[in-house]
């Protein structure tokens, strides 16, 4: 079993910045890929960000593109993003997942952490 650790959410004006972190903790942590996805209310769970385990490779969405940085630390088993410029629109719980397949959509997702709550006020 894993189990991912969401922190670093708040309350923050817009054009401020937060940045999240990730734990993850059990098994031998060696995932395909983990990103950073978002649910506001009434609206379904999206991806902002996704980065393969190994080499790094991301991907983000349009709607964070220049604001949102998606990295990680595999010597600490932990994922990060660092969010700048943020918008009233960003105000969501942000999740966690990691993928243990082959692909990183966010059906492939294997295991959510429980997510962190971002508010940012206009």
């Known amino acids: 079993q894993v189990q991912l650790v969401e922190s670093g959410g708040g309350l923050v004006q817009a054009g401020g910045s937060l940045k999240l972190s990730c734990a993850a903790s059990?098994?031998?942590?060696?995932?395909?890929?983990m990103g950073w996805f978002r649910q506001a209310p009434g609206k379904e769970r999206e991806s902002v960000a996704r980065?393969?385990?190994?080499?790094?490779?991301?991907v983000y969405a349009d709607s964070v593109k220049g604001r949102f940085t998606i990295s990680r630390d595999n010597t600490k088993n932990t994922m990060y993003l660092e969010m700048n410029s943020l918008k009233p629109e960003d105000t969501a719980v942000y999740y966690c997942?990691?993928?243990?397949?082959?692909?990183?959509?966010?059906?492939?997702?294997?295991?959510w952490g429980k997510g962190t709550l971002v508010t940012v006020s206009s």
């Open positions: 997942g990691a993928s243990f397949g082959s692909t990183w959509s966010i059906s492939d997702m294997d295991y």
């Open positions: 059990g098994r031998t942590f060696s995932p395909y890929a």
């Open positions: 980065i393969t385990w190994r080499f790094a490779n991301k």
